[in-house]
């Protein structure tokens, strides 16, 4: 008995819009894109035409270039870029042998011929080299800098944040977004004699600027390689530095209770709901709980997060009316940020109370910068703040 030979077709979650010269091809839940040449007709159709000439160019049309790869994982340049995973630039060759074309198609998740299977990959990875899951995006990035860039994840995310140095902020979203909510939410008026605690320091840069406005500043965090910088360029600003693992046991219980006006805790609790690697870490509870305990009673404790809805969304249309799309919220397989509802209740049990909530917009100089991330941002805000008190 032979094989029947497999039916190849096009799933649901593809969609369809313009690229730089053709049409492309948009796996949404896979984020992955192959252009295809749309044989002149985009170029044609650019200027208006009666539809007896549009006819009468389709009849006559050539076979075009083909088909090409479009696709590369876009955050590798950094946590606030491009999400889309679309190249907009490609200098790939065009594919036009018909058994190199469907590979692709196949490759990129445009073509499926078993959907119980397509569908069956999508969840989390059960290792770093487990390739039959897409994993979410912790995963997919982490795979991304250790198995195919051969790079050190904590290198990475101090040099796609910081210039060389790593005491001044990257020209993109964190210098646009959150460094400028930073200066004006955090003035000498505001700080200057406040005690402040920044968990999950790194290497300093935002404890430095709390101390400049007149803070006395207590920077934590578990990589001694950034408190060892963070020391070594504080000088006398009023910044003192401490390696303390926040994920690990009863280790906050050294801070002392109810010490700080403020307590920032930032782009860190989204991995007390979808752990990064396969580190044990405390409870959220437990977390938030001895933060509260160290922070004074009208004390503010500052959450900022990656924004729940809008951060990895992809980036797309023009620059005039960018859009993006939902494929997820409630039930996340790529996601990796908790949903308002999953942060107010982890606030509620630890005896928190959401004073505010801000979502920061971007500043007007990310126009010149981030053209792209600016329009997009102006939109879609990339973080949101929580203030909590006791």
Known sequence: MTEKTPCFWVPQDVIFFLGTEGLIAFNVFTRSHVEFDAVGLIDFLKTPKQIAEIESFIQNQSIGRGVRDVTWFSSEAGLLTDPSNLCRNPKTQWLSQASEIVQLLQNRWILISNEKGYRARFGVKQNIFDNQHFGNFHQQLG??????????????????????????LQDNLYKFIQYSFYQKHFKPENVCGKKILDVGCGTGFYSRHLARQG??????????EYIERAQSVAG????????????????????????????IFQDALMFYFVPYGNKKLNTRKTVLTELKRALKFGGILMVMEPHGIFWLQPWLGGMENPFTILTEYAFKTYGVTPTLSQLSEAFEEAGLKIKRIHEP?????????????YAISRQFPQWWVFELVK
Request: proline letters at 8%.
């Open 143 to 168: 795979h991304q800098l250790r198995i195919v860039k051969r790079e050190n994840p904590d290198h990475w995310w101090a040099r796609q944040k910081y210039k060389d140095g790593k005491e001044e």
């Open 215 to 224: 803070a006395s500043v207590t920077g934590i965090d578990p990589n001694p």
């Open 236 to 263: 006398n600003l009023g910044a003192n530095f401490q390696v303390i693992d926040i994920a690990a046991g009863d280790s906050l219980k050294v801070l002392p209770s109810d010490a700080f006006d403020f307590i």
């Open 361 to 373: 917009p971007v500043s007007d100089q990310a126009k010149s910068f981030e053209p792209r991330g």
